[in-house]
């Protein structure tokens, strides 16, 4: 679908400041194609078209603006086409071009735009070494020990370690020195023993 035909889609059924903004935007970008640019980030596009309609990039960024992102996504995307670099990246959502519904493909459309603008952001702001594994919608960066941190860790639970202060291991994972006082508290020599074996 092109930008063009996008456009008209998007302005059915929206209120007259919506289709006014689409329009806008519209025109920024098509600016941009004429330029032979391809530099279409929000923030871009919200510069080029400040003080003609065209809202701030964080307002494009929000929820309700699903259609003003779709409209700017079609432009990069039409570029894109146009771009051998790009040509593996455009084959992933070819499919969509496939879809006869055309308010489903617009759905489907905004989606990918989510989608592709999600990936672009965690790209930008996750460090290059970060993992970060998705359980239960909660993100969580996951770091691994170096060598010698693993062999600290292994140090405090071996038997060297034990005997050289004299120490003594507990019966609750704790340890305790020759007055029976305890060093570590109850279940350290379990969560050392556990986070050897899970990290």
Same mark, same amino acid.
């Given at each position: 679908?092109?930008? =063009?035909?996008?456009? &008209?889609? $998007? %302005?059915?059924? +929206?209120?007259?400041?919506?289709? !006014?903004?689409?329009? *806008?935007?519209?025109?920024?970008?098509?600016?941009?194609?004429?330029?032979?640019?391809?530099?279409?980030?929000?923030?871009?596009?919200?510069?080029?078209?400040?003080?003609?309609?065209?809202?701030?990039?964080?307002?494009?960024?929000?929820?309700?603006?699903?259609?003003?992102?779709?409209?700017?996504?079609?432009?990069?995307?039409?570029?894109?086409?146009?771009?051998?670099?790009?040509?593996?990246?455009?084959?992933?959502?070819?499919?969509?071009? =496939?879809?006869?519904? &055309?308010? $489903? %493909?617009?759905? +489907?459309?905004?989606?990918?735009? !989510?989608?592709?603008? *999600?990936?672009?952001?965690?790209?930008?702001?996750?460090?290059?070494?970060?993992?970060?594994?998705?359980?239960?919608?909660?993100?969580?960066?996951?770091?691994?020990?170096?060598?010698?941190?693993?062999?600290?860790?292994?140090?405090?639970?071996?038997?060297?370690?034990?005997?050289?202060?004299?120490?003594?291991?507990?019966?609750?994972?704790?340890?305790?020195?020759?007055?029976?006082?305890?060093?570590?508290?109850?279940?350290?020599?379990?969560?050392?023993?556990?986070?050897?074996?899970?990290?």
């Amino acid at each position: 679908m092109t930008p =063009e035909e996008l456009l &008209v889609e $998007l %302005k059915m059924d +929206v209120k007259t400041k919506v289709k !006014q903004t689409l329009q *806008a935007i519209y025109e920024v970008c098509s600016e941009q194609k004429k330029r032979g640019l391809s530099d279409f980030s929000f923030s871009t596009i919200s510069r080029l078209g400040e003080g003609r309609g065209v809202p701030k990039a964080q307002s494009i960024r929000n929820k309700t603006g699903a259609p003003y992102r779709a409209l700017i996504k079609s432009f990069e995307d039409n570029i894109n086409e146009k771009n051998s670099k790009n040509k593996k990246y455009k084959g992933k959502v070819d499919w969509i071009e =496939e879809i006869s519904d &055309v308010r $489903l %493909k617009i759905l +489907v459309s905004h989606q990918a735009a !989510q989608l592709a603008e *999600a990936k672009r952001i965690i790209k930008e702001f996750t460090p290059p070494d970060m993992v970060i594994n998705i359980n239960d919608g909660l993100a969580i960066q996951t770091e691994s020990f170096d060598h010698l941190e693993r062999k600290a860790l292994e140090y405090l639970m071996s038997d060297d370690f034990i005997n050289k202060w004299h120490f003594k291991k507990g019966i609750h994972g704790d340890v305790l020195n020759e007055q029976d006082e305890r060093v570590f508290k109850i279940a350290t020599l379990d969560a050392l023993g556990k986070a050897l074996k899970n990290l």
